[in-house]
């Protein structure tokens, strides 16, 4: 690549970072209200029906608010995993993406999956089952503040699968 397609892919990027409505420059910014990429939308038959949100219009993202306790939260999930692993032979990523509401109550679990190329990947059920209720069952999950406020927020948890064997779990 030659050095003015660098400098104007360079350009681009950091012209795009600053216009944009995420993270900005280190600070916080607050999710854009109607909705954004990636919301996750309640679905009555995967779905707690009494759990809610303190304000649906505004769900922040993990790396948003102040929320401690991360470590914590990976050495629950790694003591309790076990001889986990998935029945076919694969390589790649299984992150179970949720909701935190306000109170500290988590639901709205999602299973998105990549191979070793970083193509979608659709894990078996059984596998995807277990690390959703590995994950459920790892709270308590910490409550989160934007500004001095108590917010909504997304959380993930990722597992590197090597083989067929989790062999790491992220963050």
């Not at 109550?105 to 999602?110: E, G, N, T």
């Not at 191979?115 to 059984?126: I, K, S």
């Not at 277990?130 to 994950?135: G, Q, Y």
Request: glycine share 8%; net charge positive.
């Amino acid at each position: 690549m030659s050095l003015i397609h660098m400098l104007f892919r360079s350009m681009l990027i950091l012209g795009l970072s600053i216009g944009g409505s995420a993270q900005h420059m280190g600070s916080l910014v607050p999710p854009t209200k109607g909705g954004n990429v990636g919301d996750i939308a309640y679905d009555e038959k995967l779905d707690n029906k009494t759990f809610r949100l303190c304000n649906e219009a505004e769900v922040f993202q993990h790396y948003s608010v102040k929320a401690g306790g991360k470590q914590d939260f990976k050495n629950r999930i790694i003591e309790r995993i076990g001889n986990l692993s998935v029945a076919k032979k694969v390589t790649g990523y299984a992150t179970v993406r949720f909701v935190v509401n306000c109170e500290g109550k988590a639901d709205r679990f999602r299973v998105l999956g990549v191979d070793h190329n970083y193509d979608p990947y659709l894990f078996d059920p059984a596998f995807t089952k277990a690390i959703t209720e590995l994950t459920k069952n790892s709270g308590p999950w910490m409550k989160a503040t934007f500004e001095g406020s108590p917010v909504d927020y997304y959380q993930i948890v990722t597992f590197r699968i090597v083989e067929s064997r989790v062999v790491e779990v992220l963050p």
